[in-house]
């Protein structure tokens, strides 16, 4: 009796122990930005649920607390709908943010709870059959947004790098001077740029029209893209661009 009794007393006092334990560290994939080197942006809902902080946001989404902090707002953004902020923000309302160099990642501390930080590689996929975009960060799919190719097929498939040209306003030197904001250099003169105008198939000259409606997802690709970052553009079936366009 006495024996099962002191199995009994080590087993409780090992799940005691375990329940006191911190909890272990889980990784958090992150978001960065080429328009602001060094900033890392994390989903704000896991955050806060990772350290157990109470946030909240005004209807308007102008004011935000976290940990009884106000946030200011050009410390945060809206990703695919949902509000990220910077490991700044979570430093200012208590958070212990620590780094190893050798790993770019970053440890997120608050009294027992703890996660850590890791910022995946980009890439960019446009499926020219579907006329959609994806831009990727590690796992995460930080945009999907409908595009317009090249209406004669002259949008090229295959492995290209953005850059190493980017500008916030380029103008074409091609068609006439038309504006092409929020322009990113694919090849050439093909471009992802902002237009008006990004029907369902294809109808530009042979760039990569981008929306500039909604979310502004031309403005986003700009700001997030860094020069270099891969892109793999696929012709698809043929056949299926042809159903695309409109009849003629």
Not at 145 to 161: E, K, L, M, Q, V
């Amino acid at each position: 009796m006495n024996s099962h009794f002191a199995l009994w007393s080590l087993l409780l006092t090992l799940a005691l122990g375990l329940s006191s334990t911190p909890s272990l560290a889980a990784n958090v994939e992150s978001v960065t930005f080429a328009v602001e080197p060094g900033e890392i942006y994390v989903p704000l809902s896991e955050a806060s649920s990772r350290l157990r902080w109470h946030s909240s946001l005004s209807r308007d989404g102008s004011a935000l607390k976290i940990n009884g902090t106000s946030i200011p707002a050009n410390q945060t953004r809206l990703i695919n709908g949902a509000v990220w902020l910077q490991l700044d923000a979570l430093a200012s309302a208590g958070a212990t943010i620590s780094t190893d160099p050798e790993k770019a990642e970053f440890d997120v501390a608050s009294g027992r709870r703890r996660f850590t930080v890791i910022a995946g590689s980009k890439r960019i996929e446009v499926d020219l059959a579907r006329q959609r975009l994806y831009a990727y960060q590690g796992r995460l799919i930080v945009l999907d947004t409908n595009i317009s190719s090249g209406r004669y097929g002259n949008t090229p498939a295959g492995h290209f790098t953005a850059g190493p040209y980017k500008n916030r306003m380029h103008y074409s030197s091609k068609y006439h001077n038309a504006p092409m904001p929020w322009s990113v250099q694919i090849t050439g003169h093909i471009f992802f740029h902002g237009f008006s105008s990004v029907p369902n198939y294809p109808a530009s000259h042979g760039c990569i029209r981008v929306p500039l409606t909604g979310a502004n997802p031309a403005r986003f690709l700009y700001e997030w893209v860094d020069v270099g970052t891969p892109i793999e553009i696929s012709q698809g079936q043929k056949e299926e661009i042809r159903r695309a366009l409109p009849a003629s």
